[in-house]
């Protein structure tokens, strides 16, 4: 069984070697809950990393959003490039829920748009779970969601090895179990192909596919192969004698138990009709009924239906009000409570995971009422806080700013340890950064002038080719301001909610590449990004008390700045709040801090370099590869995820520039076909 091997030029510092060791000592003495509390660019991350090194537990990390979670989980892959990281978050490019709304008889449709890779990221992260130890997941608040149970999941698998006695026709008829669709003229992932003999089949959750070759019933050969290119894969040009294939889809019905199952949907059917033609509500006895009846009969037929999962208490055998299956069962699972969960700036996340649960269940409800779902509907939801705590077995807050709940759980929990462990109260703190880096200094200035005077910030930073964060109140504010920059020739542009995920990436990219001296946002330039070119954070209407300039919400947002050496920040107020005056106390604690250790050290601050790294999702507009290649976007790595067609303007191009196919083919051998 691999273990986790941690793979970086660093060695951790005093502060981080203190830290690991505390938070490990911790976990063997039984601590449920600690805390990290950790300035901006103290290299958390890298201190989480060696705490799951050591301690050889898979883990599971929780962000707030899919931004920060993507940025969580390339670092964790590179950090651990021999194990198995992955990326757990919602599939949507496009989500409309399903809904009703009674006011104007409106009925909804539910309505998406699935991102192929990132479903398979999902696949790959349960089929990991089930399959290796040395398991990392990096999620969003997916992971408390609906997902199936892990047992049943694990039960619809396909195994196959060399000198096996089977059909082609079992084999077939297996893959249509498990939700693979055959695909002789479109292989992609989830699908099968057949000639003669051979059995090609493209697992949902991973980037090989596999050949399977009969010869007079008996599988004579398996092979993996790049399903692009045809190519035996670089690690399997000596035979493969055995493969377990896992399902494409979380949600599958178990054909043995469909009949008894279905014999219950229908019964609750039929007690639902009954509950609306009782009451003279002849029209929603209606829909339910024709609703049920349809799906039940693509149940029969398939052993699937679109939106299957709101019969998902059924086919789980769960009782009414019981929690679902979700990702944290898949760890519980097969490690019981042997597995570790982080959860990544833990003011943002907890209040997150806590909201989920009832914002899902009002338009459920709704759904119920006027016959368009039965009442087990309202069991396809997410976890309640409660039932998440009581489901995992520890947690690792991390954060520069941990709120009251998270200390005071963490104080709680050490109490109950032994007095050694018991030092630190339960939270960790790490406020040195490896590169010396002291917290950026705090400049106050007039509102009246803010604009004009950012304007001429914005300059001076450029022109030392550095760059600006501003954030402001409402998305309007960002629009205009980063509307009337441009007007004054600045490469400015803006971040809020309103912006697709993917965009943000690219926005925040193009950055760090020197397109843009400014860019502007709300709340969403705040926690875990790295932006070490990042030198100035302005902060307009510093003095207006409320959420958006709370204390946790301006020491996050001052924190962008910590990664370069001459970062600094400028909060445009007239008066001082106690929040203002208790984030300059926060801050100026820590820089006292800082500058001792840097004294006693002899440590020179230096900025904190950092890579920028290839996409992980590429959405479906970004079509000019050559474009991205060329502007440092994508790597030859990256490739592998396009098709042959695609790539011919940028091999010309590289023709042109003097790079050659074969320096292609060196770079990244499994384009060797194309040279």
Not at 466 to 479: N, Q, W
Request: proline share 4%.
């Amino acid at each position: 069984m691999p273990k986790f091997k941690l793979v970086s030029k660093y060695d951790p510092i005093d502060d981080q070697k203190n830290a690991i060791e505390n938070l490990c000592k911790g976990l063997d003495d039984g601590a449920a809950y600690q805390v990290l509390l950790g300035v901006t660019g103290s290299g958390k991350t890298f201190t989480i990393a060696n705490v799951i090194e050591k301690l050889q537990r898979p883990t599971l990390i929780i962000s707030h959003n899919k931004t920060l979670a993507g940025q969580l989980y390339q670092e964790f892959r590179d950090f651990f490039p021999e194990n198995a990281v992955s990326y757990f978050v919602s599939y949507y490019d496009y989500y409309q829920p399903e809904a009703y709304i009674p006011s104007t008889d409106t009925y909804i449709e539910k309505d998406s748009d699935i991102n192929e890779l990132i479903d398979k990221l999902r696949l790959s992260s349960t089929n990991n779970l089930l399959t290796r130890k040395d398991t990392i997941v990096v999620s969003s608040v997916s992971c408390i969601y609906n997902l199936g149970s892990p047992s049943e999941y694990g039960k619809f698998t396909m195994a196959v090895s060399v000198g096996m006695k089977t059909t082609r026709e079992q084999i077939i008829e297996r893959l249509i179990d498990i939700q693979y669709e055959r695909g002789d003229f479109g292989f992609h992932r989830g699908t099968f192909r057949i000639r003669g003999n051979i059995i090609d089949i493209y697992p949902a959750y991973q980037d090989e596919a596999v050949r399977i070759i009969l010869n007079n019933d008996t599988i004579a050969s398996i092979e993996l192969f790049n399903p692009i290119s045809g190519t035996l894969s670089t690690n399997s040009y000596q035979p493969t004698s055995k493969f377990v294939l896992y399902p494409s889809k979380h949600y599958i019905a178990d054909v043995s138990k469909n009949e008894d199952v279905i014999n219950n949907i229908m019964n609750d059917m039929g007690d639902r009709v009954k509950y609306f033609e009782k009451r003279g509500k002849l029209l929603e006895a209606q829909r339910i009924k024709q609703k049920v009846i349809y799906d039940m009969s693509m149940v029969k037929e398939l052993g699937y239906v679109k939106g299957i999962e709101n019969y998902s208490r059924y086919f789980d055998g769960r009782n009414p009000g019981d929690a679902p299956y979700t990702l944290l069962d898949y760890f519980s699972y097969p490690y019981n409570k042997d597995w570790l969960v982080i959860v990544d700036e833990s003011h943002m996340t907890f209040p997150q995971i806590r909201g989920m649960y009832n914002g899902d269940q009002s338009r459920k409800q709704t759904l119920i009422d006027y016959g368009f779902r039965l009442p087990a509907a309202i069991d396809n939801r997410p976890l309640k806080f409660e039932e998440f705590l009581r489901r995992i077995p520890n947690f690792i807050a991390t954060s520069a700013t941990p709120s009251e709940w998270e200390l005071s759980m963490a104080k709680e929990a050490a109490k109950s340890l032994r007095q050694k462990a018991k030092s630190n109260g339960g939270v960790v703190e790490q406020l040195v950064r490896p590169t010396g880096i002291i917290d950026p200094k705090i400049v106050i200035k007039p509102v009246d002038t803010q604009v004009s005077d950012v304007i001429s910030e914005i300059v001076k930073e450029k022109d030392l080719k550095r760059r600006t964060l501003v954030t402001t109140l409402t998305k309007k504010t960002a629009e205009d301001l980063t509307e009337y920059l441009k007007e004054k020739g600045l490469a400015v542009a803006y971040i809020h909610s309103d912006v697709d995920t993917l965009e943000r990436t690219d926005i925040l990219d193009d950055l760090r590449l020197g397109k843009y001296d400014c860019i502007i946002g709300v709340n969403l330039l705040r926690e875990g990004l790295d932006l070490p070119e990042v030198s100035l954070v302005a902060i307009l209407d510093a003095d207006k008390e409320g959420f958006l300039r709370s204390e946790v919400s301006l020491v996050q947002t001052m924190g962008r700045a910590a990664r370069h050496v001459d970062g600094r920040v400028i909060l445009y107020a007239d008066k001082l709040t106690n929040s203002i005056k208790n984030a300059m106390y926060e801050v100026e604690r820590r820089r006292k801090s800082q500058l001792n250790y840097n004294k006693r050290h002899n440590i020179i601050p230096r900025s904190i370099e950092k890579p920028i790294r290839e996409k992980i999702i590429i959405k479906q507009e970004d079509t000019d590869i050559e474009k991205l290649y060329l502007s440092e976007k994508l790597n030859l790595n990256s490739l592998e995820k396009f098709e042959k067609e695609d790539l011919t303007p940028l091999l010309n191009r590289m023709n042109t520039i003097g790079m050659s196919y074969e320096l292609l083919e060196r770079n990244s051998p499994q384009f060797a076909f194309l040279v």
